[in-house]
């Protein structure tokens, strides 16, 4: 039985709006390995922080980048 990770999904939804309106990218590895059956709870949540991290990061250097 596959498990659930309703808040996992919330998040993809969320970065797959923002990056598909062309506000940032998520790479291929990191995106596809959230949904290894592999992973347990734990490298679950800890790549969720950093596939935030990542994003976070590129929106602010994509705002940053459009000030000049």
């Known amino acids: ?3 659930s ?3 996992m999904e919330a998040v993809w939804r969320s970065i ?3 990056r598909t309106s062309g506000e940032f ?3 291929y590895g990191a995106k596809h390995a959230i949904y290894n059956p592999r992973l347990d709870d734990v490298e679950y949540f800890n ?3 950093l596939v935030n991290q990542e994003a976070k990061e590129l929106e602010e250097n994509i705002e ?3 000030r000049y």
């Open 1 to 3: 039985m596959i498990k």
């Open 5 to 7: 990770y309703p808040a």
């Open 16 to 18: 797959n709006k923002k």
């Open 25 to 27: 990218m998520i790479t």
């Open 47 to 49: 790549l969720g922080v």
């Open 64 to 66: 940053r980048a459009c």
